[in-house]
Structure formats: C-alpha cells, structure tokens
C-alpha cells in the first residue's frame, strides 16, 4: 500500500490511507462495521482515499486479517462505487497461470469457468487467499452491483496505476455478466 501512495504522490493525486484497523470491526473473521464518515470527508476535501487488506479488531478473535477485497465488499453498500482499482504485483488474472503466458482482459461470472478453469492463489504466502479468493470474491461483488467493474492490474511498471486513475482499464477487468463476453490478449 505504501508503494501505490508513493505513486500516487509522484503522480500529483492527493491520496490518503484508511486502513480497516481504523475503519472497520470484524466478528469472527467478517468485517460487520464500518464507518464511512471519514472517506466521504477526504473525498469532498479532494482527497483520494485508498484502502488496503490489513489488520482489523475483531470482537471475537481479538484481532484478524481482512482482505482487500472484505474491505470493498463491506464499503460497497455504503459507498456505491463505480469502479474498483486493485493494484498488486500480477499483470492480471492469467488463463494459464503459473506459466502467465495469457492474460485474460476481461471475465464475467460466466465465463470463469471457461476463461480460468487453472484459477489460484499465489506464488507465495498469502493469508487473504490468493487470486482465486479475490476474483471469486469481486466476481460476487459485480453480481450484486452491476454497474461496478473491478480492474485488477499491477501497478509495478511505472505510469500504470496513473493510467488507471485517468480511466483506462489496465490488466483484468472484472463485470456483471450483461457486459461483453470476455477477452484475452
């Protein structure tokens, strides 16, 4: 998250992290609250909040580990976005993945079966569960609002996560199933 502020600064855009330590509470590992107030204020202050998977309290465990995609899946409702941005380190969701040989451009609930029978985690550790875990779960999130589309790109070389920003659609995008069929490139 660090690494997407500091492009965003270098890119001019006035960001400002949220973690969900200091916006959420989770109960047995599901994000159950959220308080809003505090994005909508850095958006009509002309700042851009950015939120990240991170550390949560949570009234049973004491403590868990919600994912980015639990973060925008508990801000949603609240915030009715347009689109979603996340940028990691993978160019995209791959068809073929580990050999990363073809990049899907776009899926649907639909056309996962399809486009990305070979879906997984990661290459290495991740608590949050991996692609498979994040596309299932923003797969779910376009099916309840479908005029959302989620972009998942890596913001590694430089001018992409600026390019996001200004509109384009970098790596996967992910859409409700009336959209077009999917695409690979």
Same mark, same amino acid.
């Given at each position: 998250?660090?690494?997407?502020?500091?492009?965003?600064?270098?890119?001019?855009? $006035?960001?400002?992290?949220?973690?969900?330590?200091?916006?959420?509470?989770?109960?047995?590992?599901?994000?159950?609250?959220?308080?809003?107030? #505090?994005?909508?204020?850095?958006?009509?202050?002309?700042?851009?909040?950015?939120?990240?998977?991170?550390?949560?309290?949570?009234?049973?465990?004491?403590?868990?580990?919600?994912?980015?995609?639990?973060?925008?899946?508990?801000?949603? $409702?609240?915030?009715? #976005?347009?689109?979603?941005?996340?940028?990691?380190?993978?160019?995209?969701?791959?068809?073929?993945?580990?050999?990363?040989?073809?990049?899907?451009?776009?899926?649907?609930?639909?056309?996962?079966?399809?486009?990305?029978?070979?879906?997984?985690?990661?290459?290495?550790?991740?608590?949050?569960?991996?692609?498979?875990?994040?596309?299932?779960?923003?797969?779910?999130?376009?099916?309840?609002? #479908?005029?959302?589309?989620?972009?998942?790109?890596?913001?590694?070389? #430089?001018?992409?996560?600026?390019?996001?920003?200004?509109?384009?659609? $970098?790596?996967?995008?992910?859409?409700?199933?009336?959209? $077009?069929?999917?695409?690979?490139?």
């Amino acid at each position: 998250n660090q690494l997407v502020l500091e492009a965003l600064a270098e890119a001019g855009v $006035p960001a400002i992290a949220f973690p969900p330590s200091a916006t959420m509470l989770a109960r047995d590992g599901k994000a159950v609250w959220v308080e809003v107030r #505090p994005l909508i204020a850095a958006l009509m202050h002309g700042l851009v909040p950015v939120v990240q998977g991170d550390v949560a309290f949570d009234t049973r465990r004491g403590g868990t580990i919600l994912s980015t995609e639990d973060v925008f899946t508990a801000l949603a $409702p609240r915030l009715g #976005p347009g689109r979603i941005l996340l940028a990691g380190i993978e160019e995209g969701v791959w068809a073929d993945f580990p050999r990363c040989s073809r990049l899907i451009e776009a899926l649907t609930p639909a056309s996962l079966p399809q486009e990305a029978p070979f879906l997984s985690g990661s290459r290495g550790i991740d608590v949050t569960g991996g692609m498979r875990d994040k596309v299932l779960s923003m797969l779910q999130l376009v099916s309840v609002y #479908p005029a959302l589309t989620v972009s998942i790109f890596s913001a590694v070389q #430089p001018g992409v996560l600026q390019a996001a920003l200004l509109g384009e659609s $970098p790596g996967t995008t992910l859409q409700a199933d009336s959209s $077009p069929s999917s695409l690979t490139r």
